[in-house]
C-alpha cells in the first residue's frame, strides 16, 4: 500500500466531487476538495466501520458538519462500498434521489446526522460523544470494552461562527469528552470571501478556554502524515475533545482553488479537465474511480468487517456473562421501550387536586424515569422551574468534577437552548438513550434550528416546555409565547402536546415515548389544572376528545392546556343564557389529524358551530373552528389571574364570544364541520 | 460628597429591589442586590444621561442584558429621576405597570432595549456601539464631536453562556468598538445552582480570543474605588470592547447570600427586616429613600442635564455650520424617511422580464440606498446569494483593516444569523439608522429570540430573507422553508411579505421603511418571477389585491410570492373545463388584516369558494380560503422545477384542486367569505 495508491486516492475523491458538482450543475466542490486529504487519512487509517453494517453500534461516527461539502461524504461512502453507487452519485441534488443537497440520515446509509444548517453538526457530535460516554458508563465490563468509538467531525469557519457550537462546544469542554475529534477547514474562506471580512478571532485560543486540546497541522493539502499524527494525538488525550486546525486549500487541483468561487458553484469544463490531466484521469472520462482505489477501500473495508465480527464475537461472550445488560442493549437499539413501562404512567380521577402540569410532568418521570433506563434528562438551567430532575437522579459529569459521572443521566446543559437541541439530536442519533430536556416554551424557539432537523432527521426527542403561557404570570411579555404552538405545530414531523390535566399529560408522555420517528413539545402550565371529567390517557392519546358531551348542544368549545378546564367552567355560564355547549380539548393535533375521519368527525361533528379557545397565536386554530378566540397580541405582566382576566379568558368571556358565534351561526343551515375537505393534503 | 452617602446609595438600591420584589411576591432581588455597588459607580461617576430627556442623541446607553434583574433598573430610574415613581416600583410587575417583569423598551422611559431572554441585551448593545461608530463617522467634524458616547452593559452568566451572545461579541470585537464597556457580574450563581454544573470555560480567556480587552475586579460587593478604575481603563481602550469580570455576592446582604435561593425569589419578611436593620434602614418601613440619596442623585442628574445642554449649544453651533448633516441628523432621529425617496422605487409592467424577487430587491437596494443615507445592509455571509449590497457601498469595518471604515454602511455579519437580528435590534434602538439584512429564509428562525423582541420593543428592522421556498431547488429540504411563514405570521407585530413580483417588492420596501415601529421579514425568490397584470405598488401596499377580476367566477385562487403567476397560468386551464377563476395576492397578510372590512370582502367576496395556493405549510391560511394547497410536509433536493412538479405546483396541479374545491362547494348557498368573523379580535 504505496504512497502513489494513497495519493491516487485523494485525488479520486476531488475528481469524484467534482464532476458530481459539475453534473448537478450545483453543489459545492471546494470544500471535499480541500478536504480530500484529510478525508481519506481519517477513513482509511482510524475509522472503524462497516459498511455492509451502517448500524453497527460500536463504530466510530463520522460528521459532517459542514454539510454542503456533502459530494465528499457521498464519495466516501460510495468507494468504501456503503450502498451508495456510481449511479446515485450522477443522480447527486436531483429529486428522490439518496445523495440530496445536503446529507439527510434517514436517506443515505452511512449518515448519521442530517447537516447542512451551519453549527449543527458539531453540535450533534457532541451530543454522539455524551451518549457513547454514557453508554459506555453503562454497558462496558471488566475484559468488555463494548463501547469505545470515537465521533469525528469535519467543520468549516462557517460551524465556528455560528452560536450554537460555542454553546455546545462549550459544554463539550466542561464534560471532558475525550472521545470527540473536530477538525477544522481552516481554508480562509467563506461565502463572502475572505474570512477576515468578519472572522479574525482566535479560534483555538476560544476552543482552549472550552477546555479543549487544541492541534494544529499547517500544511492539509499535501501533509498526510501530520494529519495521522494529529489524529493520533487527539486519540490519546482522554479527558479533552480535541479540535485540529487544518489547513486547506479550498477547491484544491482547480484552477480557481482557494478563491470563493469554488465554495458554492461547480467548477467549469475546462477546469474539471486540467484537474483530471493534472491528477493523471481521462480528461474525457467522468465518475471514474481507478481499479486500485476501489481494491485499497474495500481491504479497508473488509478489516471494519472483521472488526465489527471480532465484536460480535465480544458481545456473545457478554450475553452469556451479562445478560441483562445484553438484553438492554439490544432493545435499546430496536428503539423498544421495556415492557409495561406504561402501567406506571399516572392517572387521576376528577376527585383528585388540581396541579400544574410541570408537576404533572414531574410525577410522571419520578415513576418512568427508573423503569426506562435509556431516559436522558436536563435542562437549560431551569430544573427547578422545569421540574425535570427525577428523585434520586444523578448529573451525567466528568467523573473529576465530584458532581457526578458518566453513567448519570442529567445533564445540566447551562442556559444554552440551541446547543441542548442540537445535542439531543445527537443523543437520540446514537441509539441508545431517548433524551429529554426542558426550558421554557419561549425559548424553545432560540432552538428553532435543531428542532427543525429533529423533525427533518425523524429523531425521538422531547421538550418539556413549561410556563407554557401568559399563565406564567408576571415575567411578562418577553416570556409569555404567542407565536410558539402555531410555528411548531406548522412544523412538518413534530408533535406539539399541550395537555389539559394529569391524564392528557400521561397520554402526551405515552405517544411521544412511543413514537419512535418524532420529536415532541410538551407545552406544560405553571398554574394549577383541574382534573377535567371523561378525560382519560386512551382518550387523549387521540390527539382530542370530547371532554363534556351534550344532547342538542348549540355551540362546541375547542381548547387545550390551562383553557379547557375554563372552557368547562363556562357551560354553567352559558347555560344561564340558555346555551347548550359541549367541550372538546384537543392537546395535539398532529395526532388529532392522524385519526380516522369518522372519529374527527365525532369530535367535531357537523351542524353545530364551535368556537377555539387558546391564549396565544389564533393562527391555524380556523382549521379546527369556525370562529376563534386566543390572543394576537403580546401578553402581559402580572399575577396570572389578573393576566386572565386583563384579556377576558374567564368563562365570561369565553361565554360572551360563545354567544357572539351561536348567534353569527344561527341562520346558516346545515354547517359543515371543518373537518370536511374538498380534497386530501400531500403528504 | 463622602463615603457614607455613596454606601448609602447603594445600601437605597439593594433594600429597594427587595422591596419591590417583595411586595410584588416576585421577582429576582439577587442580582440587584449583588450589582448595587456597580450600578451606583456607574450612574454616579461615569453614566452620561439627563433623566428628563430619556432620548438625548449623546447620552450613554445603558443595557441591562440580565434583565430578570430589573429591579435594579428600575429603581435607579426613580432615584436619578426620570419619570419612575416610588408607585411604580410598588406597582412592579403588575398588569399595565410601567414596570413589568423585565424591561420593555417601549414601555418605560429610561429603558433602551427589551431585555430578558438572555443573551439579547449584550448583542443588542454591540449594535448600539456600531450604531455610535457609524453615527460618528458619519456626523462628526472637528470641533464637533457630537457623537461619542459610550455603550455599557451589564450581563450575568446565562449571557455568556447563550450562543447568541457568543456570535455578536466576536464581531464586536472583529469590529473593534472600543466604545462599548461590559460588565459581568460574575456571582457564580444560576437557577440550576453553582456555576461549576456545566459553565467552567475561562469567560476572559474567550473574551481576549475574541480581540477584547479583559479586567478583573475581585471584590465587586465593596471595592467601588477598584471598580472606578476598570470603567475607566476600559473607556481608555479605544480600538477593543471591553469586559470586566466583577465577582460579586448574589443578594449581598440577605440571610441567603450567595446562593441561587436568592435568585428568582423575594427574600422572606424577616431576612428584609435584617437587611434594612444591617444597612441602617427602619425595619418597619418599605420604599423609602433617604432625602440625603435623592439629593445625591438629583445633583448627578442635573450634572447631566447640565451636559445635555453644553450639547445642545454645540449642535446649535454645528446646525449653522453644517447646515445640511444637522437637518440629516434631525430628521433621522424623528424616523422620518428623505422626502420623495420613494419615487426612487422601481416600478415594472407586465411586459418587462421576469426577474426573481431577491434581484427585484437588489435593484431597490440600488435605487435607493444612496438616497436614505440610513440605511445600514447586511447579511450573515450570504451576499451574493441575498444580493444585498447596494452598488459601491464601503464596508463597515475598522479602518485598521483596510477593508473599509466606520462610515460604511455594509456589516459583514459573519455566519451568524441570531447576533444578527439581536445587532440589528440595537442598531434600529439607537435612532439614527435602519438596519436590513440579509439571510436564506429558513435561517431566520436561527434567529427567533431576536426577531421576536424586535416585535415586541417595536423597532423598524428589515430582514431580507431571500430562498424563500422549495423554489431555491438542489439545497433540498434543510434549507427550504415549510414552516417560516406560519411562524413569523404568528408573531405579533411582524409583517411578513411574500412579494410576486416588481411592484409588489417595491410596496414591501415602501411599507416596511414607512412602518416606524414593527420589524418585516420580506420573503424572496431565487428563481424568477414574471411581471403581473393589475400588480401596482399602490395596490400591493394593502397587503392583498385582486391580480385577476373575473365576471361570475366560480372560485378565488389566493395565492403569494412564486405562486401568484402560477395561479395565473391556471386560469386557461380551468377555462378548458369552464371554469372561470379570480385570482387575488396576498402578499402580506398583517397589512391586509388592517384594511377596511369592505377593502378586504370586495378581494375576498362572499358567494363564490376560495382556494389557497403556497408551496409551504398551509397552517393559517384557512383564515382567507375555504380549501388550502401547500406543503405540509419537507421539501425535497432537486432542479426548482423538478420540486415544483414533484409536488404538483402546476397549473394543472392547482386546476385539479381548484375543480375539488369547486365540487365540493357548489351545494353550499350564500357561501360567506372567511374575512366574515362573529367577533373581533382582541388587540
Request: charged fraction near 20%.
Amino acid at each position: 500500500m504505496g504512497a502513489s495508491v494513497e495519493q491516487l486516492a485523494v485525488n479520486t475523491i476531488r475528481v469524484l466531487a467534482a464532476d458530481a458538482t459539475a453534473n448537478a450543475n450545483s453543489g459545492h466542490p471546494g470544500a471535499p476538495m480541500g478536504m480530500a486529504p484529510v478525508a481519506h487519512v481519517l477513513f482509511s487509517k482510524f475509522m472503524r466501520f462497516n459498511p455492509k453494517n451502517p448500524k453497527w453500534l460500536n463504530r466510530d461516527r463520522f460528521v459532517l458538519s459542514n454539510g454542503h461539502a456533502c459530494a465528499l461524504i457521498y464519495t466516501l461512502l460510495h468507494l468504501y462500498g456503503y450502498a451508495v453507487t456510481l449511479e446515485d452519485l450522477k443522480r447527486f441534488r436531483q429529486v428522490d434521489s439518496i445523495t440530496p443537497g445536503h446529507p439527510e440520515a434517514h436517506d443515505t446509509p452511512g449518515i448519521e446526522v442530517t447537516t447542512g444548517p451551519l453549527g449543527q453538526g458539531i453540535s450533534n457530535a457532541v451530543g454522539l460523544a455524551i451518549a457513547q460516554a454514557h453508554t459506555a458508563a453503562t454497558f462496558n465490563k471488566p475484559g468488555f470494552d463494548l463501547v469505545d468509538n470515537y465521533t469525528y467531525v469535519f467543520l468549516g469557519d462557517g460551524c465556528l461562527q455560528e452560536g450554537v457550537s460555542s454553546e455546545a462546544c462549550s459544554l463539550a469542554g466542561h464534560l471532558q469528552l475525550g472521545n470527540l475529534i473536530a477538525i477544522w477547514d481552516d481554508n480562509h474562506i467563506t461565502i463572502d470571501g475572505d474570512t477576515n471580512v468578519s472572522f479574525t478571532e482566535d479560534v483555538l485560543k476560544r476552543y482552549e478556554s472550552y477546555g479543549w486540546q487544541v492541534l494544529t497541522v499547517s500544511d492539509g493539502d499535501h501533509d498526510l502524515e501530520g494529519v495521522a499524527a494529529a489524529i493520533k494525538k487527539a486519540q490519546e488525550v482522554k479527558d479533552k475533545p480535541t479540535i485540529i486546525k487544518l489547513t486547506t486549500t479550498i477547491g484544491f487541483g482547480s484552477k480557481l482553488q482557494g478563491t470563493h468561487s469554488v465554495h458554492g458553484s461547480p467548477l467549469k469544463a475546462d477546469d474539471i479537465k486540467q484537474l483530471k490531466q493534472a491528477f493523471g484521469f481521462n480528461p474525457e472520462q467522468s465518475f471514474v474511480v481507478p481499479q486500485e482505489v476501489y481494491d485499497f477501500c474495500n481491504k479497508v473495508a473488509a478489516e471494519g468487517a472483521s472488526k465489527e465480527q471480532e465484536w460480535n464475537n465480544l458481545l456473545a461472550k457478554y450475553a452469556e456473562q451479562y445478560k441483562e445488560e445484553y438484553e438492554d442493549l439490544i432493545r435499546r437499539q430496536k428503539g423498544d421501550l421495556p415492557e409495561g413501562w406504561e402501567k406506571h404512567l399516572p392517572v387521576y380521577t376528577p376527585s383528585d387536586p388540581a396541579i400544574a402540569s410541570r408537576k404533572l410532568s414531574e410525577n410522571i418521570l419520578n415513576k418512568i424515569f427508573s423503569v426506562i433506563p435509556e431516559l436522558m434528562g436536563g435542562s437549560a438551567d431551569l430544573t427547578g422551574s422545569n421540574l425535570t430532575l427525577a428523585k434520586g437522579t444523578v448529573d451525567f459529569q466528568p467523573p473529576s468534577t465530584g458532581l457526578g459521572d458518566y453513567s448519570g443521566r442529567y445533564i445540566r446543559y447551562g442556559v444554552r437552548e440551541h446547543g441542548m437541541g442540537a445535542i439531543m439530536n445527537g443523543l437520540a442519533a446514537y441509539g441508545t438513550v431517548i433524551p429529554y430536556s426542558g426550558t421554557f416554551l419561549n425559548f424553545v424557539s432560540y432552538a428553532a434550528g435543531a428542532v427543525r432537523l429533529s423533525a427533518l432527521s425523524q429523531v425521538r426527542v422531547i421538550w418539556v416546555a413549561t410556563h407554557d403561557s401568559i399563565g406564567l404570570g408576571e415575567d411578562g411579555p418577553t416570556h409569555q409565547p404567542i407565536e410558539t404552538l402555531a410555528h411548531f405545530r406548522a412544523l412538518p414531523n413534530c408533535m406539539v402536546w399541550r395537555p389539559a390535566d394529569g391524564n392528557e399529560t400521561s397520554a402526551a408522555y405515552y405517544v411521544a415515548l412511543t413514537s419512535k420517528h418524532t420529536p415532541s413539545i410538551i407545552a406544560l402550565s405553571r398554574q394549577n389544572l383541574p382534573q377535567l371529567e371523561n378525560s382519560t390517557v386512551e382518550h387523549a392519546i387521540k390527539g382530542g376528545y370530547v371532554v363534556h358531551e351534550q344532547e342538542g348542544a348549540d355551540i362546541t368549545l375547542i381548547s387545550t392546556g390551562s383553557e379547557v378546564g375554563i372552557c368547562v367552567d363556562t357551560i354553567k355560564e352559558l347555560a344561564k343564557q340558555n346555551i347548550k355547549a359541549r367541550v372538546v380539548s384537543l392537546p395535539c393535533w398532529e395526532v388529532f389529524d392522524a385519526q380516522s375521519k369518522d372519529y374527527r368527525l365525532s369530535v367535531l361533528p357537523d351542524g353545530i358551530p364551535s368556537l377555539s379557545v387558546e391564549v396565544m397565536s389564533t393562527l391555524g386554530w380556523e382549521r379546527y373552528a369556525h370562529e376563534q378566540f386566543g390572543l394576537n397580541r403580546f401578553g402581559a405582566s402580572g399575577p396570572y389571574k389578573d393576566v386572565y382576566k386583563k384579556f377576558e379568558f374567564t368563562p365570561e368571556g369565553i361565554a360572551k364570544r360563545a354567544v357572539a358565534t351561536v348567534n353569527f351561526w344561527k341562520d346558516v343551515p346545515n354547517i359543515r364541520s371543518p373537518i370536511n375537505r374538498a380534497f386530501e393534503q400531500l403528504i
